[in-house]
């Protein structure tokens, strides 16, 4: 029996889908007979390789395994489902002439659901399915419940930092940018820091995920300073100055009393420890407290960086905007005195990345200029992101990335297969190709040779990314080898998404 697919009568909409792996064909044969005509789509594969391929693409409801099989056993290709996000929920029963409780112990630690041994018994079979679809219907309903409240959550927790942070930038409308690029800044530092000895403890991915989230709110005590002095446009008198230095405590109040009506809650911590110490010094010369060294927390020490960069490639009525090169140069001389070290060298070895983020979320056509270099060509080089062309022969999900990235204001224009995509990339000029692998006419591997093929040498090439399923497909490095300038997971992270435009913005 070759690998097929077997479809029963059910209409498609309802049907259970199990994929039945198994070397001998008589074996398939009898699970194939045991199963028809209850109502499921039967898939299957003949050896590991093209189990995982089937799950991949077609997301079974259940698996049924062998586990004696050539080239991959089933072991192995229980332990690479369960690695991969996106095959890891499906139930897998091993059926399986070892019957050894050591054996059905190692398959269950390996996250089966059950074990049968052969000769199946083909009524234990059929019940056996039946029940563990029932628990992952019942378990999928119950995940959609707890993700639908989550989503919620997280949606009115996102909606009220906007708020918030879209409440200050109205109190000083010069800001722009500043909100959405210093949290890109502090998100990038993080990372960069994550397993540096002096930061591992404080930076794991959790807490850079509520750095993140809570970075826009370090000005928002902004909304309790004058008029008089957060609008005035020029330097601020020392009475003024001890003025505007309150915004850390109005910030750190307003968001203390928040907590104390929503209960502990880790990122509004966060949110307060940034606005409260985001202007505190390495040396101990910043304010409110005069904090110093390691008493800073890292928060505050990752946001005093952020915001002053920010501060100096940005337009103010007070100053023109300085040169990327410039405000590298103040920072460095601020090394030890106003910014903690190891920071510092982070940025440094960031510097491409700020620029960047920068670029991206610029205010003015002059910051533009100098961030590129000012009066160099270097601008000549760089590129806004405005026009994409998204790949995808899957309608549904061709649907909801178009509406994802055009909710970013993106122009998008789309193509169902790489023959296609093609052939409007000759006729028309796209800042970013975005594409699916497998696709029929012509894959995505395909499309990428072929407009490496057009590209002109004198000319920079366009970023292609490459939209997959899976982290098995494509490595970066295998991405970069085939044409790619890099890949991302289905669904889309808009945020992942605005972070890989930002880094090649420019050459």
């Known amino acids: 029996?070759?690998?097929?697919?077997?479809?029963?009568?059910?209409?498609?909409?309802?049907?259970?889908?199990?994929?039945?792996?198994?070397?001998?064909?008589?074996?398939?044969?009898?699970?194939?007979?045991?199963?028809?005509?209850?109502?499921?789509?039967?898939?299957?594969?003949?050896?590991?390789?093209?189990?995982?391929?089937?799950?991949?693409?077609?997301?079974?409801?259940?698996?049924?395994?062998?586990?004696?099989?050539?080239?991959?056993?089933?072991?192995?290709?229980?332990?690479?489902?369960?690695?991969?996000?996106?095959?890891?929920?499906?139930?897998?029963?091993?059926?399986?002439?070892?019957?050894?409780?050591?054996?059905?112990?190692?398959?269950?630690?390996?996250?089966?659901?059950?074990?049968?041994?052969?000769?199946?018994?083909?009524?234990?079979?059929?019940?056996?399915?039946?029940?563990?679809?029932?628990?992952?219907?019942?378990?999928?309903?119950?995940?959609?419940?707890?993700?639908?409240?989550?989503?919620?959550?997280?949606?009115?927790?996102?909606?009220?930092?906007?708020?918030?942070?879209?409440?200050?930038?109205?109190?000083?409308?010069?800001?722009?940018?500043?909100?959405?690029?210093?949290?890109?800044?502090?998100?990038?530092?993080?990372?960069?820091?994550?397993?540096?000895?002096?930061?591992?403890?404080?930076?794991?991915?959790?807490?850079?995920?509520?750095?993140?989230?809570?970075?826009?709110?370090h000005d928002l005590g902004k909304v309790g300073v004058r008029d008089d002095v957060l609008l005035k446009p020029g330097r601020l008198t020392d009475d003024e100055f001890d003025e505007m230095k309150k915004h850390t405590i109005y910030g750190e109040e307003a968001l203390r009393i928040t907590q104390q009506k929503l209960g502990e809650d880790s990122f509004l911590q966060y949110a307060r420890d940034i606005a409260y110490t985001h202007q505190e010094k390495w040396d101990g010369s910043g304010y409110p407290r005069g904090l110093k060294g390691d008493e800073i927390p890292a928060s505050g020490r990752l946001m005093a960086l952020a915001d002053v960069y920010d501060a100096l490639i940005s337009k103010r009525v007070y100053k023109p905007p300085f040169s990327h090169e410039k405000a590298v140069e103040i920072i460095v001389e601020g090394k030890g005195r106003h910014f903690d070290p190891d920071i510092v060298d982070a940025f440094l070895e960031l510097e491409n990345t700020f620029r960047n983020i920068a670029l991206t979320f610029a205010d003015y056509d002059e910051e533009r200029r100098m961030l590129a270099g000012g009066v160099d060509d270097r601008q000549d080089k760089c590129r806004s992101i405005e026009t994409i062309l998204l790949v995808e022969d899957n309608e549904i999900n061709l649907e909801i990335m178009h509406s994802q990235l055009a909710s970013l204001n993106y122009r998008v224009d789309t193509a169902v297969n790489g023959r296609q995509a093609l052939e409007k990339f000759r006729n028309t000029q796209y800042d970013v190709v975005l594409t699916d692998i497998e696709m029929p006419e012509m894959n995505g591997y395909e499309l990428a040779a072929e407009i490496r093929r057009l590209e002109q040498d004198d000319q920079p090439s366009t970023p292609i990314l490459a939209i997959t399923a899976s982290e098995f497909d494509l490595s970066e490095t295998r991405a970069k080898s085939q044409g790619f300038t890099g890949y991302m997971l289905k669904p889309l992270d808009l945020e992942l998404l605005k972070s890989k435009f930002a880094s090649f913005v420019c050459e």
């Open 1 to 217: 029996m070759a690998d097929q697919i077997t479809t029963s009568n059910r209409p498609p909409e309802i049907e259970d889908k199990v994929l039945m792996v198994d070397d001998n064909t008589t074996n398939l044969q009898l699970l194939h007979e045991t199963l028809d005509g209850l109502g499921y789509k039967l898939l299957i594969a003949k050896n590991g390789p093209t189990a995982l391929s089937i799950a991949r693409k077609a997301h079974p409801s259940l698996i049924l395994l062998d586990i004696m099989m050539p080239e991959m056993d089933g072991y192995e290709v229980c332990r690479r489902l369960k690695a991969d996000k996106n095959t890891s929920h499906i139930p897998v029963i091993f059926i399986t002439a070892l019957a050894d409780d050591e054996d059905e112990a190692k398959g269950l630690g390996l996250g089966a659901v059950d074990y049968i041994t052969k000769p199946i018994n083909p009524e234990l079979v059929r019940a056996r399915v039946h029940n563990h679809l029932e628990l992952k219907r019942h378990r999928d309903h119950l995940e959609m419940l707890v993700a639908e409240r989550t989503r919620r959550l997280a949606l009115t927790q996102a909606v009220t930092i906007e708020s918030l942070a879209t409440l200050a930038e109205y109190r000083d409308p010069e800001t722009g940018g500043h909100i959405k690029r210093t949290q890109n800044y502090v998100k990038a530092l993080a990372v960069h820091l994550k397993d540096h000895q002096r930061f591992r403890a404080q930076l794991d991915d959790e807490a850079i995920d509520l750095l993140y989230m809570s970075a826009p709110l």
